[in-house]
T-cell receptor, first 115, second 116 residues
């Protein structure tokens, strides 16, 4: 069964460093998403991406964040200068369609720890 | 603004019994979708069930069913014949509505513990 994959599973970084979180969405999906979950809290939407551009972003997704689909398979989230409060689980998701019964399939997540 | 409310931070159930996890939502848009996801202790998010706002019947997927009461804006998840492996965090989420059509908005979650 096709699945969304994410690497690395755990990333530890120093405050102020840049990190790139990588995702490989399901191959025939068209819509891609990043969410984050701070430990013990709800899952929060960051950004959605379609047709090589951002279709929607939240207030959390400020200038420190960027997304890219550098090739036909990878979807990346870059945090330019990490802050302590960026420590969270980051989930990538993809969906085939936008509307209707279009569940978003989530990857296993990358746990980011900023020291 | 869109909002999902899960009022039960934790629930306990005996193995083989049924359990209902509550979810209420708020949106002014007539077109929306409701989802339930399971998050085991390993952390991944597993899709369980979907209900569209125009669906006439309540959704069912195996042991999972969704008690959709549109007028009350509730979308409760019913798990029948609970198993030990059902112990996890359960999130209700909504897609669509005035808050944006792509994104999922999640509730705070309910932690379910299944006891033998």
């Amino acid at each position: 069964e096709p699945e969304v994959t994410q690497t690395p599973s755990h990333q530890v970084t120093q405050m102020g460093q840049e990190v790139i979180l990588r995702c490989v969405p399901i191959s025939n999906h068209l819509y891609f998403y990043w969410y984050r979950q701070i430990l013990g809290q709800k899952v929060e939407f960051l950004v959605s991406f379609y047709n090589n551009e951002i279709s929607e972003k939240s207030e959390i997704f400020d200038d420190q964040f960027s997304v890219e689909r550098p090739d036909g398979s990878n979807f990346t989230l870059k945090i330019r200068s990490t802050k302590l409060e960026d420590s969270a689980m980051y989930f990538c998701a993809s969906s085939l369609r936008l509307a209707g019964h279009n569940e978003q399939f989530f990857g296993p997540g990358t746990r980011l720890t900023v020291l | 603004a869109q909002k999902i409310t899960q009022t039960q931070p934790g629930m306990f159930v005996q193995e083989k019994e049924a359990v209902t996890l509550d979810c209420t939502y708020d949106t002014s848009d007539p077109s929306y979708g409701l989802f339930w996801y399971k998050q085991p202790s390993s952390g991944e998010m597993i899709f369980l069930i979907y209900q569209g706002s125009y669906d006439q019947q309540n959704a069912t997927e195996g042991r999972y069913s969704l008690n959709f009461q549109k007028a009350r804006k509730s979308a409760n998840l019913v798990i029948s014949a609970s198993q030990l492996g059902d112990s996890a965090m359960y999130f209700c989420a909504m897609r669509g509505g005035t808050g944006g059509y792509n994104k999922l908005i999640f509730g705070a979650g309910t932690r379910l513990a299944v006891h033998p």
